[in-house]
Each structure stands twice: as structure tokens, then as C-alpha cells.
């Protein structure tokens, strides 16, 4: 289906319509979590960031509840309210996996929201598209190490879609607020720097909590060498974009997906690129000859 046009009825019918058909059904309980090995046990028991995880996913079901009621465009609504319980059932996925492999990790408070609720959501959205573009990569990074069995990641899996649904909805969601408010691409992208700043900022400030233990608030995968020996910026980065890429085929191209993250990080690695081949080139007996 080719793209319809961003901030139409038509547009906004096919997204919400689109994230109601690719619900998926499920419960969290009845999933088939594997019998894992004590060596398997120590390695899931000590990835840093599970207090992160539940706090994160607990927090983003809260966001969305707390803001669907002010919705008054009906589809809109009723696709933001699935949304909502989807991001719950994320936080009773990860209690459940807490729970079953006696993880270290304890319900927090919620903190209070801001009274623009609206800006909470965007803000949470755009954080959302960041740290699921990281986790990607991570995600990828860990299976191929075979960190943990691979019925595990089965699981994980089908959290990885609902995420990559919600962030192509957000995506949909807000090139249709923006244009029905006026605003032309150009200010839309600019608009979206700034969410993935604030984004970026919270993450920055995680990493720096993160430092002490039990102490989480928002999560963004930020420890991937814990899974491979072999990390490296630029493979992680190359993972992030080709991940995402890949995951992102499962949507109908009729609707809008992220571009400004893959945008840069495709220049950062075309930047990588011209750099490794600068530093090949001007080791010795690697240049011209006289």
C-alpha cells in the first residue's frame, strides 16, 4: 500500500486500525518459560538493570492510562487504551520472569506525573523509540552469544513486536497530531530532536544512577558488553540499525516509521567507516609507495 497522506482521516483510521488487528493474545503466566540451568540462573540474576526494566514498564502502562481519558478522537482513543494495557502486561511479563528466577528486583513508587499529561505521553513515546532502537541491538548481541537458552528469547520476542508496534504507532500518531496542527516536516523533525534530546538526557542520567545499586528509574540498554566478549561501538551501532531495519519489515509500508534515529546512526556509521579506513591507511606499510 503506498503512504497516505500524514494528518488524514484515512491516515489515522489505517494506524489505529493497524495497531487494534495486530493485538496479540496472550498471558503472561501461561508462557513457556524455560527450566534454566544454575549457570544460566547466575548469568540472568546478574544483568544490572532488571529493577530498571520493571519500574520502566510499570511506569509506561501509568503514562498511557493516565492520558487516554483526555483523548476525545474516538479511534485514537480506543488504540491508546490498548496500548495502555499492552505496557501493563509488559510489567506483569517481566514480574512473572522476576518472580519465577528470583531476580533482584522490588516495586517502586511511581513518581508523580506532570499535569500535562499529553507532554508526558510524548515525552514517554519518544523515549520509548530510543531505547527500543538500543535494545535492538543489545537484544541481537545476546542471542547470538546465546547468553540464555533460546526459548527464552522466544519470549522476549514477543515483547520485542509489541514494542516495535507501539513505536510505529507513536511514529503514526504524531506526524497526525503535528500536521493537524500545522506543522510542515521540516518543524516535525525538529520537534523530534528535541523529544530525542530530553530522551537521551534521562538515559544519560540512568547510566549515572545506574552506578548505584537498586536505584532505577528509566531503563535504556546501556551495558551490552556484559553479553559479548567481542563489543565494539561501531558492531553495536551496525546491530541497532540492521535490527531495526529488520524488525521494522514486519509493517505495512503504507504507514510512517522512524527515520531521524536510523538517519543517524546510518551517518555515524558512514562517518566510522571513512575513520577505520583513514587510521588503515596510515599505518605503516600501509601507504603509497614513494
Request: hydrophobic share 40%; net charge neutral; glycine share 8%.
Amino acid at each position: 500500500m503506498s503512504m497516505i497522506e500524514p494528518g488524514s482521516e484515512e491516515h489515522k483510521r489505517y494506524f489505529c486500525q493497524q495497531f487494534i488487528d495486530t493485538h496479540q493474545v496472550f498471558n503472561p503466566e501461561t508462557l513457556p518459560w524455560p527450566e534454566l540451568t544454575e549457570e544460566e540462573l547466575t548469568r540472568l540474576r546478574a544483568v544490572p538493570f532488571w529493577q530498571e526494566v520493571y519500574h520502566t514498564e510499570r511506569r509506561a502502562g501509568a503514562i498511557v492510562d493516565a492520558f487516554t481519558p483526555q483523548i476525545i478522537d474516538p479511534e485514537v482513543k480506543e488504540a491508546v487504551r490498548l496500548q495502555g494495557y499492552e505496557e501493563a502486561r509488559h510489567a506483569d511479563l517481566i514480574r512473572v520472569m522476576i518472580e519465577r528466577y528470583g531476580l533482584t528486583a522490588e516495586k517502586q513508587p511511581i513518581e508523580k506525573f506532570p499535569a500535562d499529561l499529553e507532554k508526558a505521553f510524548i515525552d514517554f513515546g519518544f523515549g520509548e523509540c530510543l531505547d527500543a532502537f538500543l535494545g535492538f541491538g543489545a537484544f541481537k548481541s545476546a542471542r547470538q552469544s546465546r547468553f540464555l537458552p533460546e526459548k527464552m528469547f522466544e519470549i522476549f520476542d514477543i515483547l520485542m513486536f509489541e514494542e516495535t508496534r507501539h513505536i510505529v504507532f507513536f511514529i503514526n500518531y504524531m506526524a497526525w497530531r503535528e500536521k493537524r496542527r500545522g506543522l510542515g516536516r521540516a518543524r516535525r523533525s525538529f520537534k523530534s530532536l528535541h523529544f530525542y534530546l530530553r530522551a537521551l538526557s534521562r538515559l544519560l542520567g540512568m547510566v549515572r544512577r545506574g552506578q548505584e545499586p537498586n536505584d532505577g528509574r528509566d531503563f535504556a540498554v546501556t551495558q551490552t558488553n556484559l553479553f559479548l566478549d567481542g563489543f565494539s561501538f561501531r558492531g553495536f551501532v551496525e546491530d541497532c540499525y540492521r535490527e531495526n531495519a529488520r524488525r521494522m519489515t514486519a509493517f505495512d509500508p503504507g504507514l510512517m516509521q522512524p527515520r531521524l534515529l536510523p538517519g543517524i546512526a546510518d551517518l555515524a556509521l558512514k562517518g566510522l567507516r571513512v575513520w577505520d579506513a583513514g587510521r588503515s591507511l596510515g599505518k605503516p606499510g600501509r601507504g603509497r609507495s614513494a
